[in-house]
């Protein structure tokens, strides 16, 4: 069983940077590879970065590629989502994911969301 709790959302003004966190619970999050998906109003759930379980290898969209990073550290069971050169489109509520062995719901673990909101 894995717990996720995100922080660091809020307000921030298009060009500016967050830092989103991913807290887990667990001594087993480490085994895990993690991502962060986001979703924004009347949109579908899209996906963002993903991140293997020893943080060497990552993947991003393209719509964020070379603006954001995800990294990990799992001796403190956290994974970050840093995000720079933020813009308007990407307000949405972001979400972190570890998945599980299917990658079905049934052995997916999400957070609550913290909400990311970028003014123009």
């Known amino acids: 069983q894995v717990q996720l709790v995100e922080s660091g959302g809020g307000l921030v003004q298009a060009g500016g940077s967050l830092r989103l966190s991913c807290a887990a619970s667990g001594r087993t999050f480490s085994t895990y590879t993690t991502g962060w998906f986001r979703q924004g109003q009347g949109k579908e759930r899209e996906f963002v970065a993903r991140?293997?379980?020893?943080?060497?290898?990552?993947y991003y969209a393209d719509s964020v590629k070379g603006r954001f990073t995800i990294f990990r550290d799992n001796t403190k069971n956290t994974v970050y989502l840093q995000m720079n050169s933020l813009k308007p489109e990407d307000t949405a509520v972001y979400y972190c994911k570890a998945y599980g062995p299917t990658n079905t719901a049934r052995d997916n673990y999400w957070g609550q969301g913290t909400q990311v909101t970028v003014s123009s």
């Open positions: 991140i293997t379980r020893s943080g060497t290898i990552t």
